[in-house]
């Protein structure tokens, strides 16, 4: 599976943006998926992720009711809105994929990677 992310770019603190990640090369619904992000001096940490159907979704406390993830599984897409942005929220985001997963936070259950966009906020 290729996984593209896209979306990213500079905000500036309290805006928006919504990051995209197209799958190819694979059945995308037979997937979880998930977004880590990765800020500069740091190891990379969950952001987000959704079941296959997209009926369960898991979040960081962090991005907890500003992020929404979401996918279309007919699109082989799975979006990340982020609202309400800080600096804090500057990284690199990654969009992963996993066949099975325990838990979903978990960077090492991911057997994909996509490139990474990076968004950053200024404050």
């Known amino acids: 599976v290729q996984l593209q992310a896209s979306g990213g770019g500079l905000v500036q603190a309290g805006g928006s943006l919504r990051l995209s990640c197209a799958a190819s090369g694979g059945t995308f619904s037979r997937y979880y998926m998930g977004w880590f992000r990765q800020a500069p001096g740091k190891e990379r940490e969950f952001v987000a992720a959704?079941?296959?159907?997209?009926?369960?979704?898991s979040y960081a406390d962090s991005v907890r009711g500003r992020f929404t993830i979401s996918r279309d599984n007919a699109k082989n897409t799975v979006y990340l809105q982020m609202s309400d942005l800080s600096f804090e929220d500057t990284a690199v985001y990654y969009c992963?994929?996993?066949?099975?997963?325990?838990?979903?936070?978990?960077?090492?259950?991911?057997?994909?990677w996509g490139q990474g966009t990076e968004v950053t906020v200024s404050s």
């Open positions: 992963a994929a996993a066949g099975f997963l325990t838990t979903m936070a978990r960077a090492r259950a991911y057997d994909y």
């Open positions: 959704i079941s296959k159907s997209g009926g369960s979704t």
